[in-house]
């Protein structure tokens, strides 16, 4: 297996704009995570999703984001509008059921102007 | 909610010297705890774990310990190499249903030569 795969792996945007992330995860793999890395906050749990269903979104910042799993090979986290406090890495993850190995993507990493 | 204390948040060694990081955690019901290493401007992957019914775990160079009464874990790096230079991540999964993984702030680890 090609590993978890992010796309895009760079995006430049300016406020305002609307962004989509995209992962697809491990082949097989039952959980689906969304991490957002910064250097003040660390690696931050945005969303996780078990058998494309969402199950704990806490950690979604607020309304302008918001993510979907429409099938177990696909996953989007999108962002609208755009604010320049939303430049960071953000990872995608997978696992499979049981307290196993998180296996990341390789992340995307947003810069809002 | 749960939370993930990490302490140092820089480390700098010299080769050949042993490194500790630790970590502390506040959900007693925890049963999982990795540790990730993140080279610069690469994904985290994860480099050992242990489960709540072990107290300690070793892998060549590196070993965990976990305290489940005092809710802190360690983890140790004997004959540091440059090559173990990168950011260390430590993470809880909680008990019960939950399956996120929490991590801490991250240490920088500098080995110098």
């Known amino acids: 297996d090609a590993g978890v795969i992010q796309s895009p792996r760079h995006e430049v945007t300016e406020m305002g704009q609307e962004v989509t992330l995209r992962c697809k995860p491990i082949s097989g793999h039952d959980y689906l995570f969304w991490y957002r890395q910064t250097m003040m906050r660390g690696l931050e749990l945005l969303i996780y999703f078990n058998n494309n269903v969402p199950i704990d979104d806490s950690g979604m910042p607020e309304d302008r984001f918001s993510a979907k799993m429409p099938n177990a090979s696909f996953s989007t986290l999108k962002i609208q509008p755009s604010e320049p406090r939303d430049s960071a890495v953000y990872f995608c993850a997978s696992r499979l059921v049981g307290p196993g190995e998180l296996f990341f993507g390789e992340g995307s990493r947003l810069t809002v102007l | 909610g749960e939370n993930v204390e990490q302490h140092p948040s820089t480390l700098s060694v010299q080769e050949g010297d042993s490194a500790v990081i630790k970590c502390t955690y506040s959900d007693s019901a925890s049963n999982y ?73 991250g240490t920088l680890l500098a080995v110098q030569p």
């Open chain 2, 33 to 105: 705890f990795p540790w990730y290493k993140q080279e610069l401007g690469k994904r985290p992957q994860l480099i050992i774990d242990i489960r709540s019914n072990v107290g300690e775990k070793k892998d060549q160079r590196i070993a965990v310990t976990l305290n489940k009464t005092a809710k802190h874990f360690s983890l140790h790096i004997t004959e540091t190499q440059p090559e173990d230079s990168a950011v260390y991540f430590c993470a809880t999964r909680g008990g019960g249903a939950t399956n996120k993984l929490i991590f801490g702030t």
